[in-house]
């Protein structure tokens, strides 16, 4: 009787659903005309607009004395299956829609085609959109975050789906015509490495691959405080290709100025008496100020102000690395040490503050060493690639914006309780540019130096997932719970699932990555609702 109920309520749901959806009052759609004629939708429960978001029953609760049974995985995905948000628009227009969960995409005119016929779509497009930026959404749906067995890095999954609403048939983009989509994301301003990754679902899960070229880059955009400084192209740590001959002039000959305060241990300073010299390496800026980051064979950063004349090099500002001679001298107390250090007490390796006098004279070397020690060091050639690819962006960025009109999105979005989803409120974006429909993900590949295969000993088959709490990446295990090169001393947590007896059992543990098997994985029986609950704790990771 109960599954008769449930039928019958599932269909009179869909009905009103469809008959909402394929039913726009076309008054109200006018008044979310933006000047440039493009249409906006959003997708809320509202009559204004007449977009309905499928909602997913709710089967984790149940009545009093009722058995909760679940005879396999595949049978609790289909009850937790989310929803999409559906759309209905017009083909022939430039259309921007706000989905449930901040998603804004914007769809160019004339952008679908008829996937079997290759012909363009006549009149209105079906419109679905699945949206996963929480940890627990995406283990629900069984997705992970790999790319042919690399780790990756999201920032945010979505899966978008069209069929003409004439006949129903699927469609795709028209070359040349892609959807502009913005992720809202609370880190977005950080989108390093962020681009475009397509997903093609496999028999256990789905494979991430990236799309090349200048157009797959995210780029992150504030709503509240675009700037373009994000784009300048400023000379950064640049330093000229080739060791060049002329030499910047001494500028400022101030005793003063050709001293600084340094510390060295005491094991090194007590072989010395007196004033002592030592090579120390360095660089000296665009400013002329003198840098040294190792002295001796110890890295020890000490600096002298504004001493040298600029360095120009192809009509560009640039560091220049050289070689100096420093003079040490401390006021240490030699015999109390040597003395002290003979009857075992003392620390010979803490830091005394040694006064360093500068010999003005230097010596220009390569860029090598400073490599070794600096993380941004480039060439001036590297440095006008950058520049151009930078404007590049910009232009591109410029035009994704103007796109999805996330100017206004302030005006465009509408909920029913008044503020919408959490993910709304969120000022960062994401912005991306697809050539395709279906999977889609903004990702980086995350790189580490020390990979291992992680086991995870299980006496019979389950599903096992791990989630890294430091970044927000899944990666699902072999049959023998196997995790393929994965970064060493990562800490992560470990979730398995099985069904026995039509009960759901669940493990749920944390640990660190390391080269020895995990070997205290227990199940234990959950409900539906305490399952969904304990995944929910990883968003906060």
Known sequence: MRSKLFVILNCFLIGCVFYSCEAPDSSDVKSLSLKDSAKTISDTPSVENNNTTFESVKTDS????????????????????????????????????????????????????????????????????????????????????????????????????????????????????????????????????MQLFNGVHGDTHINWTPQTGLSSLAQAWRRSDFSWNQFRSDPGFVFPEDVIKAKPQVINVDPENLRAEIKMSIRDLIQHTGVFTRKANGYIDTLGNLHCYRVGNIPRPVSFTEIYSPTTFQDLKVNLAVDVNLN?????????????????????????????????????????????????????????????????????????????????????????????????????????????????????????????????????RASLLIVFNSMKSIMRGDLNGVFGNVPLNEKITIVGLKTENGKLLMAFHETTITNQPFDRLTFQPVTVKEYKSRLERLNGL
């Open 328 to 460: 040490l001298k401390s006021d240490l107390n030699h015999d109390y040490y040597q003395k002290l250090f003979k009857m075992g007490k003392g620390k010979p390796d803490s830091l005394v503050v040694v006064t360093a006098t500068l010999n003005p004279s230097f010596k220009i070397t390569g860029i090598e060493k400073v490599k070794k020690n600096y993380k941004y060091v480039e060439t001036v050639k590297e440095y006008q690639k950058r520049q151009k690819r930078m404007v590049s962006l910009a232009r591109e960025y410029e035009k994704r914006i103007k796109q999805l009109k996330l100017d206004s999105e302030e005006k465009l979005t509408r909920s029913a309780n008044g503020g919408g989803a959490n993910l709304q409120s969120a000022q960062d974006y994401f912005v991306l540019s697809t050539p395709k429909l279906g999977w889609i993900n903004c990702d980086r590949f995350y790189n580490y130096p020390a990979k291992v295969d992680y086991l995870v000993k299980l006496k019979e």
């Open 62 to 193: 149940l009545p009093d004395g009722a058995a909760e049974k679940i005879g396999s995985l595949s049978e609790l995905n289909r009850r937790l299956n989310k929803k999409a948000s559906h759309f209905v628009i017009t083909n022939s227009r430039d259309t921007v829609i706000k989905c449930k969960e901040g998603t804004s995409l914007f769809i160019p005119a004339n952008a679908f085609l008829n996937a079997i016929t290759q012909s363009p779509v006549v009149g209105e497009v079906k419109i679905s959109v699945k949206e996963f930026y929480k940890i627990s959404d995406m283990l629900i749906a069984g997705l992970t975050t790999t790319s042919d067995n690399q780790l990756l890095e999201t920032g945010g999954m979505i899966n978008i789906e069209a069929v003409a609403k004439e006949n129903n048939d699927s469609c795709i983009l028209k070359p040349g015509k892609n959807i502009v989509i913005g992720m809202p994301n609370s880190d977005a301003t950080n989108a390093d490495g």
